[in-house]
């Protein structure tokens, strides 16, 4: 299944799309398999997000915003956790993939 980042692509909030673009733009460099999950479009897919965050993450009140960062089944994190991995150099730990090694073809013009 790999990593799934739940996103809200009808969102009005100009934070929460560059948050969820930040994310998708670092799997896109990074060649980490991914799975974008809008769940504006499919409210079954909605609704299994907000019942697999884990209850300490979720808001005291209202629902979980998006981006969620998922691998499979298990939870990784929102942005902020995100974020905090990427500062720390552990983002690939937090998702839970192995760093991709990057081929010389691909670096030499």
Known sequence: ???????????????????????LDFLEVHKIDFAEVDITMVEGQRIWMYKNIPKEKQPSQGNPLP?????????????????EA?????????LGVKPGLVSKQEVEP
């Open 1 to 23: 299944m790999g990593i799934r980042v739940f996103v809200a692509s009808s969102s009005a909030s100009v934070l929460i799309k560059k948050r969820q673009q930040e994310i």
């Open 67 to 83: 981006p969620q960062i998922f691998n499979g089944n298990q939870y990784c994190g929102d942005y902020d956790d995100f974020f």
């Open 86 to 94: 990427k500062e720390s150099n552990t983002v690939f730990s937090f």
